[in-house]
Nanobody, 117 residues
Framework: QVQLVESGGGLVQPGGSLRLSCAAS????????MGWYRQAPGKQRELVAT???????NYADSVKGRFTISRDNGKNTLYLQMDSLKPEDTAVYYC???????????WGQGTQVTVSS
């Protein structure tokens, strides 16, 4: 069983930065597609960014140029660097580990990000 533990959320002012981390257990991290998703109050969960095992990235239009997803396979850890944060980025951010070839994925418990002055 894979466990994902997010950290790094918090309260930040508009224009500020945060770095989220997601630590994965087990030995399948390096072959998985990893992603960050978020869910704001009253809204559906949405994709923020993904990164393949080979390092190819994909971003939601709303975060392009402001967020950067990265991974360290040696540490089984996924990152999300968030810069120029806006109030509309306020949400619970979830880490996802996806194994598309066997149609299995796992979710972390989420970490709250609040952007407010």
């Amino acid at each position: 069983q894979v466990q994902l533990v997010e950290s790094g959320g918090g309260l930040v002012q508009p224009g500020g930065s945060l770095r989220l981390s997601c630590a994965a257990s087990g030995n399948i991290f390096r072959i998985a597609v990893m992603g960050w998703y978020r869910q704001a109050p009253g809204k559906q969960r949405e994709l923020v960014a993904t990164i393949t095992a080979g390092g190819s990235t994909n971003y939601a239009d709303s975060v392009k140029g402001r967020f950067t997803i990265s991974r360290d396979n040696g540490k089984n850890t996924l990152y999300l660097q968030m810069d120029s944060l806006k109030p509309e980025d306020t949400a619970v951010y979830y880490c996802n580990l996806d194994l598309p070839y066997i149609k299995t994925d796992y979710w972390g418990q989420g970490t709250q990000v609040t952007v407010s002055s």
